[in-house]
């Protein structure tokens, strides 16, 4: 798949700066916010926010389904903070009615890393991006509590009182990370996603 359409969840988060990171990394990336547009994408990216809004308003747009179904068919999706969450099978931490898109065989503790005032910035060595470290941006961000035997852990925090919990994981064509590599300019994230997405 030499360029593949990729859409980004445009109900909440930073749409703009991941259409903007996919464009540059070889995709064609378009917003998605109805459900006919979930048909015609090869593969998804699910910003930040607060998972909780996310949930209801896939669900008020009647995408929620729609999604679902793609997933279980093998489309490719990427998550980040927020839509680590949307990913995941399991949350701890969530409300009650909260709803997951689900796909990734993980558990996920919201708002793990505390408020917004304990947002924090953080190097990341990921070896599927290679030797450089990767600047990470947590914003009340999540952690991974547990992982299925069919989930690969690809970075864990290296410092601090968090070390060792695990921030980055890939199952088959799902990726999710609890930071926000689109706020940065480094689109290596995204680069590994798109050639994710042509070479499942």
């Not at 409300?95 to 997951?100: A, E, H, I, K, P």
């Not at 926000?180 to 042509?198: A, K, M, N, Q, S």
């Amino acid at each position: 798949m030499a360029d593949p359409t990729i859409g980004v969840l445009a109900v909440q988060g930073d749409v703009r700066e991941h259409l903007h990171a996919l464009e540059a990394s070889g995709a064609t990336a378009i917003r998605v916010r109805r459900p006919a547009e979930v048909d015609v994408i090869d593969a998804l990216v699910i910003p930040g926010g607060e998972s909780t809004v996310i949930d209801k308003l896939v669900r008020a747009f009647g995408m929620h389904e729609p999604l679902r179904e793609r997933l279980r068919a093998g489309m490719a999706a990427y998550g980040s903070c927020a839509g680590m969450i949307m990913l995941a099978d399991r949350i701890e931490g969530g409300r009650l009615d909260q709803q997951t898109l689900g796909g990734l065989d993980i558990t996920v503790r919201r708002n793990a890393f505390g408020r917004q005032v304990d947002s924090f910035e953080e190097d990341l060595h990921i070896r599927v991006l290679g030797p450089q470290p990767l600047r990470a941006v947590f914003i009340r961000a999540p952690w991974v509590e547990a992982v299925g035997p069919e989930v690969q852990i690809l970075a864990r925090v290296e410092t601090g009182p968090a070390t060792g919990r695990i921030v980055a994981v890939r199952q088959g064509p799902l990726l999710a990370t609890s930071f926000h590599p689109e706020v940065t300019g480094d689109h290596r994230i995204h680069r590994y996603f798109v050639d994710l997405v042509r070479s499942p």
